[in-house]
């Protein structure tokens, strides 16, 4: 290879170099800015992180049960409340309410799970408010004075 070739391969050599530096600055320039942006929509951290707390997760399990009980439409609270609400958001309320759910299944099943569960308590809360216990015995257990 001749000194002059090498030159010239040397100069081709240096403008890909300053043209991928640029390349580069841009493409840090432009990840600086969509950080900036992302943080500045969600200050607090990522979006499934912000309403997560286990104090709000229990009084939404609380009030998804009471809306569920006074439901002529279960079908129509459990779409309207689980729905929208990433699978993210199910495993955390499972958690926080300890509640009995496989959380590596998918949304669907841990939902339909979550309604089984609804029901089962339904069935015991029904069951306990029909039978309430009498404080005077029946008439037919009093031995007759006869």
């Known amino acids: 290879m001749t000194r002059q070739i090498a030159k010239k391969l040397l100069q081709r050599l240096k403008k890909a170099q300053?043209?991928?530096?640029?390349?580069?600055?841009?493409?840090?320039?432009?990840?600086?800015?969509?950080?900036?942006?992302?943080?500045?929509?969600?200050?607090?951290?990522?979006?499934?992180?912000?309403?997560?707390?286990?104090a709000s997760l229990k009084q939404a399990w609380e009030a998804f049960n009471n809306k569920l009980v006074q439901s002529k439409n279960p079908d129509a609270v459990v779409s309207n409340f689980f729905k929208s609400k990433p699978k993210s958001y199910i495993q955390r309320l499972i958690a926080a309410n300890n509640l009995p759910v496989d959380t590596r299944v998918s949304k669907q099943q841990q939902i339909k799970q979550l309604v089984q569960l609804v029901k089962v308590?339904?069935?015991?809360?029904?069951n306990s408010h029909s039978q309430k216990p009498s404080s005077e015995p029946s008439s037919s257990s009093i031995p007759s004075s006869e």
């Open 121 to 126: 308590g339904q069935a015991i809360r029904g």
């Open 18 to 54: 300053h043209t991928i530096s640029e390349v580069i600055g841009e493409l840090e320039a432009y990840l600086q800015q969509e950080t900036t942006e992302s943080a500045n929509k969600h200050p607090h951290g990522s979006k499934d992180a912000l309403s997560y707390d286990d």
